[in-house]
């Protein structure tokens, strides 16, 4: 059963800074690796999806990476703006005969100005 | 640009009352989602379907919540009678496999059960 796990669950960084954010999963087996960004009672809005093919993916200033071997992806987010202040989640699909996705509880950040 | 949608935004109901919501999905989408997102937590699938064919509902709570596609375009999800612990956000998202199966989400339904 796949597990995702997103730590830290909190994070402040000063305007600027370059930040990283982890998930790890337990079943190396994925199919897509999805990272998202949810503001406060929004929706999700998809930054990044990694096939299992890939090993990393750009958007602007965002950057994911995935590493299957050790269960890891990160996303990488150069020069923090506050708006970048968000919860960040990951979330796996296995495939099969079902495309669902397993969330991690998601990082929140916090970029001060 | 092409966005899934969904209404209501927000519903405020009382306990053993029944609610629906709704979405329209990316158009060309096949696959539709329901996931459910208690308050701190990441989401969880609560049913999938394939054009109008249920492909996942394992985890959807079957004696309350009904969700239905009936012409395999947009979707209706139903609780009925509505509980104190189904306050939560539901989104609906929709994929296709021409596009990764990347999962686009909708806005979602703030549910709070009174």
């Known amino acids: 059963k796949q597990e995702v796990t997103q730590i830290p669950a909190a994070l402040s960084v000063p305007e600027g800074e370059n930040l990283v954010l982890n998930c790890s999963f337990t079943?190396?087996?994925?199919?897509?690796l999805q990272w998202f960004r949810q503001d406060p009672g929004k929706g999700l809005t998809s930054l990044l999806l990694?096939?299992?093919?890939?090993r990393e993916q750009t958007s602007g200033r965002l950057n994911a990476s995935l590493d299957k071997s050790s269960g890891r992806s990160t996303l990488y987010i150069a020069a923090s703006q506050p708006g970048d202040s968000a919860t960040y989640l990951c979330a796996a699909e296995n495939g099969g005969a079902t495309n669902k996705l397993i969330f991690g509880t998601g990082t929140l950040l916090a970029v001060q100005p | 640009e092409a966005e899934v949608a969904q209404s209501p935004r927000y519903k405020i109901t009382e306990k053993s009352q029944a609610v629906a919501f709704w979405c329209d999905p990316i158009?060309?989408?096949?696959?539709l989602y329901w996931y459910r997102q208690i308050l701190g937590q990441g989401p969880e699938l609560l049913v999938q379907?394939?054009?109008?064919?249920?492909?996942?509902d394992s985890q959807l709570p079957k004696d309350r919540f009904s969700a239905e596609r009936l012409k395999g375009v947009d979707s209706t999800l139903k609780i009925q009678p509505a509980e104190l612990g189904d306050s939560a956000m539901y989104l609906c998202a929709s994929s296709s496999p021409l596009m990764r199966n990347e999962q686009f989400f909708g806005p979602g339904t703030r549910l709070t059960v009174l």
């Open positions: 379907f394939q054009d109008e064919s249920v492909v996942d």
């Open positions: 990694i096939q299992s093919s890939q």
């Open positions: 158009s060309g989408h096949a696959t």
């Open positions: 079943d190396s087996a994925i199919y897509n």
